[in-house]
């Protein structure tokens, strides 16, 4: 998939904080790297584009599910923002292409109860992993599923075809391999956050675990 010569770009605030200065950026605890580390759960799925599909449903008024070519015929955008792992370390000024978490649930609708979403993916064939976020946060101008990395297709090793990106939180709360999207009026903890990880996962207060 060609990505479209001009796209809206929108800043994660993150990347103004102390003038742009890359110290002032970097969360406590964390290294900067130029490098994208892979870190994963499991195995590695391949998903050919043409059986992937992502489902929205649960608290909306209308459960959708589209395939790849419904969902690269919605608009697109670029996030530029920085990513922070929760193994510590973080990388600055990533640009990422797809399509916006706001204008993926405008067509689902969420329910006024509505208050976190599940993500959920395909960590290796016929597990589903998934990650918990609140609502109004997998709504935040800078959040999307993504395609794209700095203008190349993301690789299998960081989710493709399709990952949700999340950046005001650790790396882990943008599920690769996204394959649904469900929302929820009551918290519910995720893969990771079963295993001890924390439910919000703020970066800046360094919301690793959850214990």
């Known amino acids: 998939m060609a990505i479209p010569s001009e796209l ?38 391949t998903l050919a584009t043409a059986n992937w599909s992502l489902r929205i449903w649960g ?3 209308h459960e959708i599910t589209l395939d790849w070519e419904q969902f690269n015929a919605l608009p697109k955008t670029n996030v530029r923002c920085d990513i922070h792992c929760v193994t510590h370390w973080s990388r600055l000024d990533n640009l990422f292409t797809g399509v916006s978490t ?8 969420p329910l006024t109860d509505a208050r976190y979403v599940m993500q959920h993916a ?3 064939p016929g597990n589903d992993w998934t990650t918990n976020v609140p609502l109004a946060e997998f709504l935040d101008d800078d959040c999307l599923l993504a395609t794209h990395h700095d ?19 650790y790396l882990w709360k943008g599920a690769k391999w996204i394959s649904g999207i469900e929302l929820r009026a009551t918290d519910t903890p995720g893969f990771w956050e079963q295993n001890g990880y924390h439910m919000h996962g703020d970066p800046w207060t360094e919301e690793r675990f959850g214990w």
């Open 122 to 124: 395909s960590s290796s």
């Open 102 to 109: 706001k204008t993926l649930l405008d067509l689902a609708k």
């Open 8 to 45: 809206p770009t929108v800043v994660s605030s993150d990347t103004t904080r102390g003038n742009g200065d890359a110290n002032a950026r970097t969360p406590p605890g964390q290294t900067l790297t130029a490098k994208w580390p892979v870190l994963h759960y499991g195995s590695v799925p």
């Open 151 to 169: 203008g190349e297709p993301l690789t299998a090793e960081h989710g493709a075809p399709v990952r949700g990106i999340v950046p005001r939180l």
């Open 59 to 61: 608290l909306v008024e």
